[in-house]
């Protein structure tokens, strides 16, 4: 589990209208539920999306889609439930996804030392995905098969089955891309001229702090901007460029920044400058990380650096990236 530091972080960060959300842990964003509401009143049929706790096994997989298809829950698609929140851009990419694939309602599968939890609720593809307080099922259990019978129980009970066309294996495959124009290997060289807006989390203390970190280490042009600003905006302001992040786990980053996933690594090589001084750091691969990049407004371009210099406090990854492309651009 991430740290109270790394939670509030990312609680202040993404606040705001600039997507309509907050990034916070998954089991934040659904406690935010009402989890006494029924099950949606559709959820029989219509479409359906699932996200599960990326330890679940492919024979507790197929377990929970047997379910589904039993008890009549067309869900059409699986995805990692840590994909879905690790930044603003992949939840937008979400939420462009389930739209297109007309989904209706979202299953939420977690896992945790003590129990199983599903939650069900309606996706009304609006730009924050999950409000607060936003009617949702809800059951927990130690064992999965009970809490998959507690499901089949409440729906056959409230709900006429009309989805008749289920699949018998979960469909877990799908690919989300949350960079809407080119992805680039390299650092954008127009920052020697263009300003980056760099935009505040409306923490004063971390603002301080990261407005410090840019003072002290980026030499080219950048704008402090104020909380949740949308980019149209920033772009009439005359800000051409924009900072972003992921956080998530560092082989679920790499997958969703279009990095080569073919092979399948335990660690993850990370460059760091812990001293100022370029150093190489092994990130266990299931190890929750930050990774900054650079984004051109207009274009949608993404720029994230020659190397993966991801690492473990938003403070260092962030310095990993400045200090990484002043060596590349070879400027003090």
Known sequence: MPNLSLIYFLLIFYSGPLIG???????????????????????????????????LTPKELQEVQLTFQRTGIDAIIHFELDKLFASKDVTKAFIDYLAKREISNLVFIEKSDEDYRITI???????????PRQPAWSTSNRLLTEALKTLNRAAANSQKKQNLLIN???????TIDPIVGKRNEFYATDLTVDPLAVPKTGDEAIDKELEEIFKNNYPLKFKMTEPGVPEK????????????FIYTRGSVAKELLGYDMSKSESALLSVTYPEGQQQLKNLPSNTTIFKFYFKHIDSGNVFLGTKWDADTTWQQALLNHIRGMKNELRIN
Do not use: W
């Not at 609720?121 to 409000?131: D, G, R, W």
């Not at 905006?233 to 972003?244: F, H, I, K, P, T």
């Open 21 to 55: 959300q907050r990034i916070t842990t998954d089991e934040e964003r659904i406690e935010e539920l009402n989890l006494e509401g029924p099950l949606p009143e559709k959820l029989l049929r219509t479409r359906t999306a699932c996200f599960y706790h990326y330890t």
């Open 168 to 174: 018998d294996m979960p469909e877990t495959d799908a």
């Open 121 to 131: 609720t309606t996706f009304s593809a609006q730009e924050n995905i999950l409000s």
């Open 233 to 244: 905006e920033l772009r009439r302001q005359g800000q051409l460029y924009v900072m972003g």
